[in-house]
């Protein structure tokens, strides 16, 4: 596509619920990066994939975050008995092959009541 | 501990007005980008400094990359309504990362 595609844009859920975030790259862009944005807190890395592949996740804050990537393009992360705290905009972005230029979505915001 | 500082964290002005946003670290970057993000929007790519002490110009604004490589700052003249956002300072450490870090952000109001 043209642009970098997230989905939902908004939603609510309950304390302990699932949620799947859902993030379509621009077309041919082989490195896929998720962050999460919080009031005041900037941007912080979660994980970072090369083709299918994520050979850097450190940024994960715990064994309830999971993220996955299929055929090189979509990804989806993936929240498990979601908490108040994750609470927030999570923003994916892409990039081509040795570039240094991140393009972003326009995030996915969720609040977890 | 935050990698990038970035001062201030807000900032009212009128239009008209002149500012100077800063980015400090105690890295050296072998990359600096800066970027505006708008309410509801991702943040968009300003302007990527690679150079210690390099001077790039986009309109009113002027972007500074230090001699270190180790700090940057984002000069507006004469600021406008339309320039209101966050900006955010973004830098890849020496290592070969591919992965930026972002900066908390300058919350920029400029008022009509």
């Known amino acids: 596509g043209a642009g970098v595609s997230q989905s939902p844009s908004n939603k609510v859920t309950e304390k302990g619920k699932d949620v799947e975030l859902r993030c379509d790259p621009i077309?041919?862009?082989?490195?896929l990066y998720w962050y999460r944005q919080s009031l005041g807190q900037g941007l912080e890395f979660l994980i970072y994939f090369q083709g299918n592949s994520a050979p850097d996740k450190s940024g994960l804050p715990s064994d309830r975050f999971s993220a996955e990537r299929t055929g090189g393009s979509v990804s989806t992360l993936t929240i498990q008995r979601t908490q108040q705290e994750d609470s927030a905009v999570y923003l994916c972005a892409s990039s081509s092959s040795g570039a240094n230029v991140l393009t972003f979505g326009a995030g996915s915001r969720l609040t977890v009541l | 501990t935050q990698l990038l500082e970035q001062s201030p964290q807000f900032l009212s002005i009128q239009e008209g007005e002149n500012l100077t946003v800063y980015c400090n670290s105690s890295?050296?970057?072998?990359?600096l980008q800066w970027y505006r993000q708008e309410p509801g929007e991702g943040p968009v790519l300003l302007v990527t400094?690679?150079?210690?002490?390099e001077v790039k110009k986009l309109k009113r604004l002027t972007f500074q990359f230090g001699d270190a490589r180790k700090d940057s700052s984002l000069h507006i003249t004469a600021a406008q309504p339309g320039d209101t956002g966050l900006y955010l300072c973004a830098g890849r450490t020496s290592g070969g990362s591919y992965i930026p870090t972002f900066g908390r952000g300058t919350s920029l109001i400029v008022h009509p």
């Open positions: 890295s050296v970057f072998s990359s």
């Open positions: 400094v690679v150079t210690g002490g």
């Open positions: 077309s041919g862009h082989t490195a």
